[in-house]
C-alpha cells in the first residue's frame, strides 16, 4: 500500500468518525497525513518544515466530494 492510498483510507475513516460532517475532507486529510507519517517515523522539524513537502497530495475534487456527500449505498 502506498502512503497516498493510507492517508485516502485514514481521512475517509476519519470523515465517518466524525459523523460523515461535509466541508472538513481537508482537516481529515491533514490529520491522517501527521497519522501516517507519524506511524512510518517521518518527521519534520522546524528547521526543514519550509524546504520538505508531503510525499502525497492533498485530495483531489473527486475525492473530496466523495467525503462530503453521504453515500446512497449505506
Known sequence: ???????????????ERDGRIPGRDMEHWLEAERIVNLRYGVSFDDKSAGSRKSTAKAPDKKTASKWSKPSARR
Open 1 to 15: 500500500m502506498n502512503l497516498r492510498h493510507e492517508i485516502e483510507k485514514l481521512a475517509f475513516e476519519l470523515y
